[in-house]
Every structure is written in structure tokens, then in C-alpha cells.
């Protein structure tokens, strides 16, 4: 089955600075890759998906790009501000209605 | 509108009682899906469907029953509620396929 890790489950930054989530999967056969933001107490929250087929893709203030030779994508997002403070999911679509999450990485943003 | 509103937030079991999580939507989403996240994991799918009628088993469904008999309702049940089912649940959808999910806020179930 799919396995999905992350490279650093704790990310601390100053307000202002650029954050870099890592997410490394094993099934080759994904079709998207998704971006998921969960705060305390809160359900996800879809931030940004990106198909298979390209290699970068930007949304506002965040881009995700995807290095399928190595199986690894990442998270970046801009100017950093405390209320990106959260817990980030990667999640590959491996068939039709299966998500696979990550265990996730919690970012932490200082004023 | 409302999104993906979850019945109840907060529930206390015995080991051996029944309850029904509840889930509604008013977006007229096609798939709907459940998933548990527990302490230090990601969410992981139980139950999931792609239209009324139509239920599909996730990575971790049993000991949980679903149904779909409208577009907007898809409860989760669980029939012997066990300790090992202590976790947060979360309800989704989306218009079609499963990579822009709505969740709901959760709720969270204790079982003694």
C-alpha cells in the first residue's frame, strides 16, 4: 500500500521568513498530490493540489512542487504569518476516493 | 450555507453501545467519505461514497457501517463500540472524486 512520510515533523520560523514543508510517497501511480492545513481544533483544509503530470504549481503566497524521479514533493510558502501556524498534510490520490495522508508536520510561526 | 455540518462534536461510550455519527451537506457534493485521525497520525479513510447508493470500504472499516440513501446525509455507525475506537472522526466531500475535500469539524469519541 501507499506509505507516506515527511522529513521534519516540527517546523519552527520568524513571521516573515519562508517555510519549506517536505513529503516524500512511495506509490508511483498517484494522479494528484494534495495539500491539506489543519488547525487546532479544526478539520483540513484543501490548500493546493497539483497533477501528476506537472512539476510545480504556485497559489497564492504557497507553491508546491513535485520531483517524481526521487518521489518527493514540498510545500513553500511565502512571507510566513502566524496564522500559517498549523499541521500540514501531504496527501497522494492513489485510485478514485482514496486519500493517503501523511503523518504531518507541524509548522509553528513566531511573531 | 452550511458546508459539512457533524453530529455530535462531543460523545462518551461504553465499550459495547451503538451510536450513529451523523453527517450532512448542503453543497451537493456526489462524494462524501469518513475518516479517524488519531494522536500523532494522519487521517485514515473508513468509509467512503461516490453517489446515493453507493458505499465503498476504506483503509480501516471495521467495526463501522455506512449507508447513503440521499445526496446530502452519510452517517457512520458504529454497531459494539470498542476503547480502540477513541479517536477524532472527520466527514467529507466534494463535488466529484476525492482531491478538493470539505471537511467538517470533527467529532470527538471516547470510548470507556
Known amino acids: 500500500g501507499e506509505s507516506v512520510g515527511l522529513h521534519l515533523p516540527t517546523l519552527s520560523v520568524q513571521e516573515g521568513d519562508n517555510s519549506i514543508i517536505n513529503c516524500a510517497y512511495s506509490?508511483?501511480?498517484?494522479?494528484?498530490f494534495i495539500w491539506y492545513k489543519q488547525e487546532s481544533g479544526k478539520g483540513p483544509q484543501f490548500i493546493i493540489d497539483?497533477?501528476?503530470?506537472?512539476d510545480k504549481r504556485q497559489g497564492q503566497r504557497v507553491t508546491v512542487l513535485l520531483n517524481k524521479t526521487v518521489k518527493h514533493l514540498s510545500l513553500q510558502i511565502a512571507a510566513t504569518q502566524p496564522g500559517d501556524s498549523a499541521v500540514y498534510f501531504c496527501?497522494?490520490?492513489?485510485?478514485?476516493?482514496?486519500?493517503?495522508f501523511g503523518q504531518g508536520t507541524i509548522l509553528t510561526v513566531h511573531p | 450555507n452550511a458546508g459539512v455540518t457533524q453530529t455530535p462534536k462531543f460523545q462518551v461510550l461504553k465499550t459495547g453501545q451503538s451510536m450513529t455519527l451523523q453527517c450532512a451537506q448542503d453543497?451537493?457534493?456526489?462524494?462524501m467519505s469518513w475518516y479517524r485521525q488519531d494522536p500523532g497520525m494522519g487521517l485514515r479513510l473508513i468509509h467512503y461514497?461516490?453517489?446515493?447508493?453507493?458505499?465503498d470500504q476504506g483503509e480501516v472499516p471495521n467495526g463501522y457501517n455506512v449507508s447513503r440513501s440521499t445526496t446530502e446525509d452519510f452517517p457512520l455507525r458504529l454497531l459494539s463500540a470498542a476503547p480502540s475506537q477513541t479517536s477524532v472522526y472527520f466527514c467529507?466531500?466534494?463535488?466529484?472524486?476525492?482531491?478538493?475535500?470539505?471537511f467538517g469539524a470533527g467529532s470527538r469519541l471516547t470510548v470507556l
Open positions: 467529507a466531500s466534494s463535488y466529484s472524486g476525492a482531491n478538493v475535500l470539505t
Open positions: 506509490n508511483s501511480a498517484s494522479d494528484y
Open positions: 497539483i497533477r501528476s503530470n506537472m
Open positions: 496527501a497522494p490520490l492513489s485510485s478514485y476516493g482514496k486519500l493517503t
Open positions: 453543497m451537493n457534493h456526489e462524494y
Open positions: 461514497s461516490v453517489g446515493a447508493g453507493i458505499t
